[in-house]
């Protein structure tokens, strides 16, 4: 059973920092993906970033540009390293994974999820 666990999250003003971690355990092999989305109550789930384990990524629109994806891999560790925040990047972050190395954006597609860390960006 692969668990995942968020942390970095927090406050900062517009324009601001924040790098978010996921720690996973009980990742095998080398086809995993893992993916950061976000949501805001009421909304959809939005993906953010997905990278696998041979460090390919792709980015949801609001991140690109601003967010970066990395893996490390010897710490099953993912990081997202966010820039230039918006108060329009408020939400909880969650981090995902499943056992196939395609970098779907679609929600369903992942099998794992942690509890989420909240970012709030304040103006």
């Known amino acids: 059973q692969v668990r995942l666990v968020e942390s970095g999250g927090g406050s900062v003003q517009s324009g601001g920092s924040l790098r978010l971690s996921c720690t996973a355990s009980?990742?095998?092999?080398?086809?995993?993906?893992m993916a950061w989305f976000r949501q805001v109550p009421g909304k959809a789930r939005e993906a953010v970033a997905i990278i696998n384990s041979d460090n390919h990524s792709k980015y949801g629109g609001s991140a690109q540009g601003r967010f970066t994806v990395s893996l490390d891999n010897a710490k099953n560790t993912m990081y997202l390293q966010m820039a230039s925040l918006h108060p329009e990047d408020t939400a909880i972050y969650y981090c995902a994974a499943h056992n196939d190395p395609i970098l779907s954006l679609r929600p369903e597609r992942y099998t794992f999820w942690g509890r989420g860390t909240q970012v709030t960006v304040a103006s």
């Open positions: 009980g990742v095998t092999g080398t086809s995993d993906s």
